[in-house]
């Protein structure tokens, strides 16, 4: 079974400081997807990563993921209370042939 | 654009009544997902479909059913239901099997 570990499982930051949140495994993934869930609704893709390396940015969030495809992260420079929400992160096996499988999330709060 | 639409959005059933979750998609997807969402478990699959007519287990599918008799629906019962199937469900949709998923808002559901 192929696993996704997420850390920190909770994060709990002032308005305006910056933070990274981790997504890792021990498998090889084709590609990765980071997607933000917000209070009392379905969770909405932010990003897709699919090359080795890759950096993505969306305004204020960086994503990257691992040379070796097996791990990303996800930065927020100058949080706001708009970032609240529980952020997952899915990945697709190798082969294609089974679906997604999502970390547990870390759930975020900014405090303004 | 409606996406993903499930219905009911709020039930209470007693233990051992049965239920029909009911999830719509209006984006001609080929696949179509349940999962449930317990705190600190993330987004666990229930069962899902890769086109109409076809259904596979996922993570957790014990005590449910699926059907999918036309494309845009995806029903998810429960013919029996137990204490430990409160949660919230997810329905979601992709164009591709590791593609982006597109989520309903959820329907949550207590067995009491």
């Known amino acids: 079974t192929q696993l996704l570990e997420q850390s920190p499982q909770f994060l709990s930051i002032q308005e305006g400081e910056n933070l990274t949140v981790y997504c890792n495994s021990s498998?090889?993934?084709?590609?990765l997807q980071w997607y933000r869930q917000e209070p009392g609704e379905g969770p909405v893709l932010l990003v897709t990563?699919?090359?080795?390396?890759e950096v993505k940015k969306l305004k204020r969030l960086t994503f990257q993921f691992g040379d070796a495809r097996k791990d990303s992260s996800l930065h927020i420079t100058a949080a706001q209370p708009g970032d609240t929400g529980l952020y997952l992160c899915?990945?697709?096996?190798?082969?294609?042939?089974?679906?997604?499988?999502f970390g547990k999330g870390t759930r975020l709060s900014v405090i303004a | 654009n409606a996406g993903v639409t499930q219905t009911p959005k709020f039930r209470v059933l007693k233990t051992g009544q049965s239920m029909t979750l009911l999830c719509a998609q209006d984006?001609?997807?080929?696949?179509m997902y349940w999962y449930r969402q317990d705190p600190g478990m993330g987004l666990r699959l229930i069962h899902y479909?890769?086109?109409?007519?076809?259904?596979a287990k996922g993570e957790v599918p014990d005590g449910y059913n699926v059907s999918r008799l036309k494309k845009q629906n995806f029903l998810l019962g429960l013919e029996s239901a137990a204490p430990s199937q409160t949660s919230v469900y997810f329905c979601?949709?992709?164009?591709?099997?590791?593609?982006?998923?597109?989520f309903g808002e959820g329907s949550r559901l207590t067995v009491l």
């Open positions: 979601a949709s992709s164009y591709r099997f590791t593609g982006e998923l597109f």
């Open positions: 498998s090889v993934f084709s590609s």
């Open positions: 990563v699919v090359t080795g390396g």
């Open positions: 899915a990945g697709a096996t190798s082969s294609g042939n089974t679906p997604l499988v």
């Open positions: 984006m001609n997807h080929e696949y």
């Open positions: 479909s890769v086109g109409e007519g076809t259904t």
